[in-house]
């Protein structure tokens, strides 16, 4: 098949490269020069595992390119993917501008009957918008189809080839068989339907799983106070398969492109129809307020923390990826400098989009964990790379001027830490607590 995918982001650009790599010729666009030089050049601007090895091998073999001539891309194609982002605007609500104009763009290029596929993340109704848009515009004959991405970041391309689903929505029945085509040698599970349940589904989902995560780090939170292990009564939940064991690690509350920015524009959507979504604003909530845990663990330790110095690993919203957006970093960080703290931080690969969010000149960026935890009286680790997995503790210890380490991701187990003599606080674990300040995370 022969596809233009408009939008070299994380979703466009692992779409591209991995329809390319099932054998179709595909064609990215991108408005920013500087992006398309660089692709062209077989470099990807992400940093995501696996894909410059299979992006460079299917340009090589000509079934992909680079381009930011829209025009010549959508004449030369039968299907046209829109994804583009759809940022958040100050009230929550998606940012459509650029979904919009791919429309137009699209409509005043097309010269024959394409299949524009959505699939950006888009409130329920855009898609109806798109068709608007380029039945406004051109009088060629069209489809619109949204097939919404669920692609993870750091395991996108291993997600897109092994989806749990697809899910098409399409009003025309010859426009879905194409798309379903297009994905059928991926999963048995193909989910046909509206195109409004659809876009439904994306927010759903990430709803769902977002409420999860608020689920289970409140239940961490009981868990301190009534001296029961989180990790353990997620596993007990997790055998129930009507639970399932994922999504159930407590922590700092979640980050990332996806989750803040659905959530909120989930709410918004039920909001435009007066419908209050209580739940998810609850989930919301829950997670703004985890991140403060980190802050107030240091405090029952340190106390005032103004001259203090915290090391942090980890700036990424996950681990393997540098993608900084909504990363509980960002929030944990501004508060320890208000309170006067300064900051001695690693994170593997995310430190430079990092500083673009937050700089300062009592933070230290160092390039390496240990160099981190070099003199300071107090390290929190807030993603969970595997380099801190398998850090030498006792060696770690003697880095610190203080033994305290907070494990804002559940990282270490209880017989590593046993074998300490740190301070340790995690998230939902009472009973692992060691040290002279144990019984303070118990209260
Ligand atoms: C998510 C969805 O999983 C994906 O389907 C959608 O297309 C985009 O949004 P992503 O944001 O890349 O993907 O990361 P994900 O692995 O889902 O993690 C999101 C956040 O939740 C991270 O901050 C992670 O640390 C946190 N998380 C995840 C938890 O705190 N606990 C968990 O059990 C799982």
């Known amino acids: 098949m022969k596809i233009a995918v408009i939008g070299t982001g994380y979703v466009g650009l692992v779409s591209g490269v991995c329809f390319s790599e099932m054998g179709n010729e595909v064609i990215c666009v991108d408005k920013v020069e500087a992006k398309v030089q660089m692709l062209n050049a077989g470099q990807v601007p992400i ?33 046209v993917i829109i994804a583009v982002g759809t940022p958040s605007l100050p009230s929550g609500e998606a940012n459509l501008s650029f979904i919009e104009q791919a429309a137009r763009d699209i ?8 299949i524009v596929v959505t699939k950006s993340t888009v409130p329920v109704g855009t898609n109806g918008k798109i068709k608007e848009i380029i039945a406004g515009l051109s009088a060629h004959p069209f489809d619109v189809v949204s097939v919404p991405e669920f692609l993870r970041e750091g395991s996108a391309v291993r997600d897109t080839f092994n989806p749990d689903r697809i899910v098409i929505g399409a009003e025309n029945e010859a426009a879905a068989g194409r798309i379903i085509e297009l994905h059928r040698s991926l999963t048995d599970n193909i989910i046909v339907t509206d195109i409004r349940s659809a876009e439904m589904i994306k927010y759903a989902s990430n709803a769902f799983l977002a409420t999860k995560i608020s689920f289970i780090n409140e239940i961490a939170n009981i868990c301190e106070k009534v001296g029961a292990d989180v990790t353990s009564v997620a596993e007990g939940m997790g055998y129930d398969n009507r639970i399932g064991p994922s ?51 240091l405090e029952t330790l340190l106390g005032d923390l103004n001259g203090k110095i915290i090391a942090i690993w980890g700036l990424a919203f996950k681990p393997n990826t540098d993608d900084v957006r909504d990363a509980p970093a960002i929030e944990i960080i501004q508060e320890l400098l208000k309170a006067g703290a300064s900051i001695r931080a690693y994170d593997p690969i995310a430190t430079a989009n990092f500083r673009q969010w937050v700089d300062h000149d009592s933070i230290a960026w160092c390039s390496g ?19 801190f997995e398998q850090v030498d503790l006792k060696t770690l210890q003697e880095t610190l001027r203080k033994p305290i380490l907070i494990d804002g991701r559940n990282v270490y187990s209880e017989e590593r830490i046993a074998e300490t003599g740190f301070v340790y606080s995690s998230i939902g674990r009472p009973n692992m607590n060691r040290g002279e300040n144990r019984h303070a995370f118990a209260l």
């Open 107 to 114: 409509a005043l290029s097309m010269e024959d009957y394409k």
């Open 47 to 79: 940093y995501e595992p696996g894909l410059q090895e299979v992006m460079v091998k299917n340009a090589e073999a000509g079934r992909l390119s680079f381009t930011t001539d829209l025009g010549e891309a959508v004449r030369k194609s039968e299907v």
């Open 369 to 387: 964990a240990l160099d981190a935890a070099e003199g300071a009286d107090a390290l929190c680790l807030l993603t969970e790379w595997q380099e």
């Open 247 to 297: 999504f159930l690690k407590a922590g700092i509350g979640y980050g990332g492109s996806c989750f803040p920015k659905d959530t909120q524009a989930l709410i918004q959507i039920a909001g435009n129809v007066d419908y209050e979504f209580k739940l998810l604003k609850s989930v919301v909530d829950v997670n703004r307020d985890q991140r403060y845990n980190i802050l107030r663990k």
